[in-house]
C-alpha cells in the first residue's frame, strides 16, 4: 500500500511542480511562432461591447479576412485592462489585444506586458508619419512602442446656435468669458436656468486635462515629474477657471451640475438646450444626430488663452490603442492583423464611420469614404493639427491627471485653498512620490 | 516467539502510520483548500510587500512600500472613513435591526408580509440598489429631497456633500437591513416564552422583560452581528465606489479614471484605496502592504468572536 502511496505523493508533486514551472512561461520574436501565411487562428480582445460597436469592428476586420484567408480572426468582445493583464501573466493571452486606457500605455510598454512593434515596424517598413506626432506620444513609453492607435478621440468646442442668438464661436478665452456670461440665463433666485459655458471640472468632459491645454500647460517636467507648481500655465488655468465659477457662484453650478443626471443620456444639457457652449468628444456627434436632431450647433475648435492664440486648431487627443501581447502565440500573424487595422485606410474609414471616432492615420483623415456629418470636419482638424496635446505615459496609469483633477474639484473649486501655489507644491509632492513609489 | 516478539513493535507502528495517513486523506480537501486559498496567498502577500510588483517585474523594496503607508495621505482618509463607518454604520445596524425584529415579533397579524417587506432590500443586488438610492435621494434627480422640503424640511445634498456622504451611506446600509433583521428575530423568536411569563408573574415591566431576559439570552447573536458587521464594513467597497460614480454624473467610461472617494474622499474607504493602487497604479506591493494591514485588523475582530463564542460555549 505505502509504495504505492509514495508513487501517488510523488506524481502529484512532479505535477505540481511541472505546472508552477510553465505558469507565466511565454516568448516573443518578430520570426516566432507560426509564419503569417501557415492556417492558423488567432484571438483578437477588444472592449467594445454595443451591438453597433462589435459589428462596426466586425466590419472593419472583413478585409483583413479577404486578405489573409488563412488566418481565421476571432473577435473577443467587452474585454477590459484587469482582464487583459491577468490573461498576460497567466502566460495564456490572447494574440491581439486592444484597450481603451492611453493612460496604462506606460504600464504595458514599461512592464513588457505588451511587446515592443518597434522590429516589427521597421521589419515591414511601415511609416509611423501616418500617425499625428500626438497619437505617436501617446502610444509609446520611453522609446517603447508597445502599442499602435486604433481610432481616435479628440475634443472641440460644442456651440448651440439657437442659444448664441447670433454670436460667433469664440476663439480666445477671454471671448470665451464674456460669451459665457453674456449667454447665461438666470432663475428669479439666482440660480443657473441656461449656462453659456460651465468652467468645473464637474461638468462631464470638462475635466482638466481637456481644459488646461488651452493654457499651454506641461504635465511633467523635464524629469518626468509633477510640474503643476513650476508651470504658469496650470496658475492661468485655475484662475481663469475659479474667476468664471465665482461669478456664477459655486452653489449654483454645483445645483446646476447635480440636477443635469448622466452624461450620455438624451438629457444631456447641451443636447436639451440648457448648456450654450461645451467642450466634448467627437462622439457627441452621433449622439446629437441620434437624440437631438433638431438641435442645430457648431463645432470649433477649444479656445486658447489669450496670450497663446497662435496655438488655435489643436485640441486634446486620445483614442484607442491595440497591441500583441508578452506571449502570444501567434506574434507574426497577430502583427500582420495590427498592421492592417490600424493603417488600412479603408479599415480604418469603415470603423471610424460606424463609431463615429475619428480614424487615426493622417491618409484616412481625407478620405472620400468618411461619411460623418459637416460638423465631424472640426475634430479631423484638431486631430491633424501639430498644437493638439495629449497626456504623457506614465508607470502608474495617468495618476497625476486623476489627482489634479480631484484637487480641482474637492480643494480648489469649492475655496478651500488659501495659498494656489503652496496647494499645488503640495499636489506636486503627492503626485512625485506616488510615481517614485511606482518606479517612475 | 523472538520472531513474534520482534513484530509486535512493527505492526502497532505500521498501525499507527496507516491511521495517520488516514486522517490525512480525511483531512487532505481541506488541507489543499487551506494552503491554495489562504497559506499560499497569504504568504505572497507578505513577500510581495518587499518588491515593487506591477504584475510583471519585481524589484526589492525593502521596507519602502510600509514607509510610504505613513505618509499617504489617501490611506489614512481612508482609514478615517472606514473606522467612521465601523463607529457609526455597525451600532446603528443593529440597533435598527434589533428593534425592527422586536416590532416584527410582536405583531400577530400580517408579520410574514412585513418581514418579507424589510428583507427584500436586502436580495437586491449591492450596485443596483446604490444606483437606485443615490438616484433617489439625489435633489436634482429623486423625489426624496424635493417631498421634504415641500413640508419645510430641507434634506441634505447626501452624496455630493461631503459631510453628508458617509450618512447617506449608512442610511442606505439601513435600507438593506435585513439580513441583520432576519437573525435577531429568529433569536428573538428563540427566547423561551416561559421567562416572561414567569417574569410578569413577578411584576417585570415591558423594559426590565427586555433588560433582564431578551438582551441576556440573545446577547450572542448581537455579539455575531456586531463583529460580522465590523468585519464586512472593514472590506466595504461597491457601495461606497458606486455612490460616488454615479453622484459624480460623470460616465464611467472605458479608459478613463476618476479619483476614488468622491466627493473630496468623503466615500473613500480602506479596500478602494487597496484596489486603487494594486489595479489602477498597479502599485502592487504597496497594495499588498495595504492587505496585510486588512487583514491584520479583520483578523483581531474575528479573534474577538472566537473568544466570545468559545466564552458562551463555556457558560454552556
Known amino acids: 500500500m505505502f509504495p504505492r502511496h509514495r508513487r501517488l505523493v510523488t506524481a502529484l508533486i512532479v505535477t505540481l511542480t511541472a505546472t508552477a514551472c510553465t505558469a507565466g512561461s511565454g516568448g516573443s520574436a518578430t520570426e516566432s511562432g507560426p509564419k503569417a501565411e501557415a492556417p492558423q487562428t488567432i484571438e483578437v480582445w477588444h472592449g467594445w461591447s454595443a451591438p453597433h460597436e462589435v ?6 476586420v472583413a478585409g483583413f479576412r479577404k486578405l489573409h484567408p488563412n488566418i481565421t480572426v476571432k473577435l473577443v468582445k467587452g474585454q477590459d485592462d484587469t482582464k487583459i493583464l491577468n490573461a498576460i501573466r497567466s502566460g495564456n493571452p490572447p494574440d491581439v489585444v486592444s484597450s481603451f486606457s492611453t493612460n496604462n500605455v506606460g504600464q504595458f510598454c514599461s512592464s513588457g506586458a505588451l511587446q515592443d512593434l518597434t522590429p516589427f515596424l521597421k521589419k515591414d517598413k511601415v511609416d509611423t508619419s501616418v500617425f499625428p506626432q500626438t497619437v505617436q506620444t501617446y502610444t509609446q513609453y520611453k522609446g517603447v512602442r508597445c502599442t499602435l492607435p486604433l481610432l481616435a478621440d479628440d475634443y472641440a468646442l460644442y456651440t448651440n446656435k439657437a442659444l448664441m442668438k447670433g454670436s460667433q464661436p469664440p476663439k480666445t478665452i477671454s471671448e470665451l468669458t464674456t460669451l459665457a456670461k453674456k449667454l447665461t440665463v438666470r432663475n428669479p433666485d439666482g440660480s443657473i436656468k441656461v449656462a453659456g459655458f460651465l468652467p468645473s471640472v464637474t ?6 486635462e481637456h481644459v488646461a491645454p488651452s493654457f499651454g500647460v506641461n504635465w511633467l517636467n523635464g524629469q518626468g515629474r509633477a510640474n503643476f507648481a513650476t508651470d504658469p500655465g496650470f496658475t492661468k488655468y485655475l484662475q481663469w477657471q475659479k474667476s468664471l465659477i465665482d461669478w456664477y457662484g459655486y452653489d449654483n453650478i454645483k445645483k446646476f451640475v447635480h440636477s443635469m443626471g448622466q452624461e450620455f443620456e438624451a438629457s444631456n444639457p447641451f443636447e436639451k438646450g440648457k448648456v450654450a457652449m461645451a467642450i466634448d468628444g467627437e462622439w457627441r456627434v452621433k449622439f ?49 492583423f495590427v498592421k492592417y487595422l490600424t493603417t488600412n485606410t479603408d479599415a480604418l474609414v469603415t470603423f471610424a464611420n460606424g463609431l463615429g471616432n475619428v480614424p487615426s492615420t493622417i491618409p484616412a483623415l481625407s478620405s472620400p469614404k468618411l461619411t460623418l456629418p459637416p460638423q465631424f470636419r472640426t475634430f479631423l482638424d484638431v486631430f491633424k493639427n501639430p498644437n493638439s496635446t495629449t497626456i504623457p505615459s506614465t508607470v502608474n496609469g495617468g495618476d497625476f491627471v486623476v489627482k489634479f483633477d480631484a484637487f480641482v474639484q474637492d480643494q480648489w473649486e469649492p475655496g478651500k485653498v488659501p495659498n494656489l501655489q503652496q496647494g499645488l507644491q503640495s499636489l506636486d509632492d503627492k503626485v512625485n512620490s506616488a510615481l517614485k513609489l511606482a518606479g517612475g | 516467539m523472538a520472531a513474534v516478539l520482534s513484530a509486535g513493535p512493527v505492526t502497532a507502528a505500521r498501525a499507527r502510520r496507516r491511521h495517520r495517513l ?10 489543499v483548500g487551506f494552503s491554495l486559498f489562504f497559506a499560499y496567498p497569504l504568504a505572497a502577500t507578505v513577500y510581495f510587500s518587499f518588491f515593487r510588483y506591477n504584475l510583471f517585474q519585481l524589484t526589492p523594496v525593502g ?40 416590532l416584527l415579533s ?59 456622504t458617509k450618512p447617506g451611506l449608512t442610511l442606505l446600509a439601513l435600507w438593506g437591513i435585513g439580513d441583520v433583521m432576519i437573525i435577531l428575530l429568529a433569536a428573538l423568536l428563540d427566547v423561551p416564552k416561559t421567562l416572561y411569563e414567569a417574569a410578569a408573574i413577578d411584576g417585570a415591566n415591558a423594559w426590565q422583560q427586555f433588560r433582564q431576559i431578551t438582551l441576556p439570552t440573545i446577547s ?29 454624473g460623470n460616465a464611467d467610461q472605458a479608459g478613463t479614471t476618476t479619483a476614488p472617494g468622491y466627493p473630496d474622499g468623503a466615500s473613500l474607504t480602506f479596500p478602494q484605496t487597496l484596489y486603487n493602487e494594486g489595479f489602477q497604479q498597479f502599485n502592487m506591493g504597496y497594495a499588498c502592504v ?6 491584520v485588523v479583520a483578523m483581531f475582530f474575528t479573534l474577538i468572536l472566537l473568544r466570545r463564542f468559545h466564552a458562551f460555549g463555556d457558560d454552556d
Open chain 2, 63 to 102: 521596507l519602502t512600500n510600509y514607509k510610504f503607508l505613513f505618509k499617504d495621505p489617501y490611506a489614512w482618509t481612508a482609514i478615517k472613513n472606514t473606522l467612521w463607518l465601523v463607529a457609526v454604520m455597525v451600532p446603528l445596524r443593529v440597533l435598527f435591526g434589533l428593534g425592527l425584529a422586536q
Open chain 2, 220 to 248: 450572542p447573536v448581537l455579539m455575531f452581528s456586531a463583529v460580522t458587521g465590523v468585519i464586512q464594513t472593514l472590506q466595504y467597497f461597491t457601495q461606497a465606489m458606486v455612490a460616488a460614480h454615479v453622484s459624480q
Open chain 2, 106 to 164: 410582536k405583531i400577530k397579524r400580517g408579520g410574514n408580509i412585513l418581514r418579507s417587506i424589510f428583507y427584500l432590500p436586502f436580495l437586491i443586488p449591492p450596485v443596483a440598489a446604490t444606483v437606485a438610492f443615490v438616484f433617489v435621494v439625489n435633489p436634482g434627480t429623486g423625489p426624496i429631497n424635493g417631498i421634504f422640503a415641500k413640508v419645510g424640511i430641507h434634506l441634505p445634498d447626501w452624496f455630493n456633500d461631503p459631510t453628508w
Open chain 1, 55 to 60: 459589428q462596426a469592428f466586425d466590419d472593419a
Open chain 2, 290 to 295: 495595504l492587505a496585510l494591514v486588512l487583514f
Open chain 1, 203 to 208: 461638468y462631464y468632459e470638462h475635466v482638466g
Open chain 2, 22 to 31: 488516514r486522517v490525512l486523506a480525511f483531512m487532505s480537501p481541506w488541507l
Open chain 1, 288 to 336: 446629437l444626430q441620434e437624440e437631438a436632431p433638431t438641435v442645430q450647433y457648431d463645432t470649433t475648435p477649444v479656445p486658447v488663452n489669450d496670450d497663446r492664440q497662435n496655438a488655435y486648431g489643436g485640441g486634446f487627443v486620445t483614442g484607442t490603442i491595440i497591441g500583441i501581447p508578452r506571449g502570444a502565440k501567434h506574434p507574426q500573424a497577430s502583427w500582420e
